[in-house]
Each structure stands twice: as structure tokens, then as C-alpha cells.
């Protein structure tokens, strides 16, 4: 294996492959379809990966959180309606949830309020936007657990077979 880079700009999929301790070469190699000069393009910032690249890349370097960060930063579709996860640990994200859901069921009885006439008015809009917000940080905090689970599966800290 080659020396570490001691390049202080690196970028999400440089620093993966590093963390699983790679050379491009090696790297390409386990890929199978990617070339080692596009590695190097992808990780420079001189191409932007396609999905199916980082696809691989994610597998490769046991990195499933890189399909995420693609979605989110560099497709444009994704930019608009992907949020980004950030990874966390499992007792942040418990505990994430745990507020989410105390908020949410608080506010149950003035969602139906809200929703019962099929109508919003403009006095009900800011209890219904904060309870969007809350929906929206329950979804954020469940991608983070469904991310936090593929990390571990593709690390080997958990057997898939057990998630079935």
C-alpha cells in the first residue's frame, strides 16, 4: 500500500478511501469499472462521480453514507429534495427521536385541530409549520437510524441476516 496523502483539502471520497485503506490502484482494482485516473479526477474535484460510481465507491470503501452525500451536494435533484444525514452515534439518535416524539404527540390533538376542516387558516399556519418542522426533524433522525444500520451492516458490526 502507498503513503498516505498529506493533502489538507480532501474531499468526502478521497478521505473514504483512506479510511479504508486503499490506494486508488487497490481501489480500482476491487471496483472492477473504474480506472485508478478516475479515482483521482473524482477525489480532486476535476469529475464529478456518477451514481453508479459512487454506488461502488460506497461499497467498496464500506462507506454507505457517500450515496447520501452525492444526493444531497452534487445531483440536482437531489439537492432540492434530499436532505443531508449527518451520521451520528446510536444513543444521539435514540435520544433525537425520543424529543421529536414527545413534541409530536404534544401537538397531536392540535394537528387533528388544524386538519379537521381540511382547510388552513392563516391563525392556525405557525402551529402547523412548527409541527412540520417536527415531522421533518422525525424523518431527518429516522434516515440517520436506517444510515447509522447500513454503516454498521457494511462494517461488519451487524449481520444483515438479522435484519430480515
Request: net charge negative; glycine share 4%.
Amino acid at each position: 500500500m502507498g503513503n498516505r496523502s498529506v493533502k489538507e483539502d480532501k474531499n468526502i471520497y478521497f478521505t473514504s478511501r483512506e479510511e479504508a485503506g486503499l490506494t486508488r490502484e487497490a481501489a480500482a482494482e476491487q471496483m472492477g469499472c473504474i480506472s485508478a485516473d478516475r479515482i483521482y479526477k473524482i477525489e480532486t474535484e476535476k469529475a464529478i462521480p456518477h451514481p453508479d460510481e459512487v454506488l461502488l465507491m460506497a461499497e467498496c470503501y464500506k462507506n454507505p453514507s457517500l450515496c447520501n452525500y452525492f444526493c444531497s451536494h452534487e445531483c440536482e435533484i437531489g439537492q432540492k429534495y434530499v436532505p443531508e444525514v449527518k451520521v451520528k452515534d446510536l444513543p444521539h439518535i435514540t435520544l433525537e427521536m425520543l424529543a421529536t416524539l414527545n413534541r409530536l404527540q404534544n401537538n397531536k390533538d392540535r394537528l387533528i385541530e388544524i386538519s379537521a376542516d381540511g382547510e388552513l387558516s392563516e391563525d392556525e399556519l405557525p402551529d402547523f409549520l412548527s409541527i412540520q418542522n417536527s415531522l421533518n426533524e422525525m424523518s431527518l433522525a429516522i434516515d440517520a437510524l436506517k444510515l447509522w444500520v447500513n454503516n454498521a451492516v457494511a462494517t461488519g458490526k451487524l449481520d444483515s441476516s438479522m435484519l430480515r
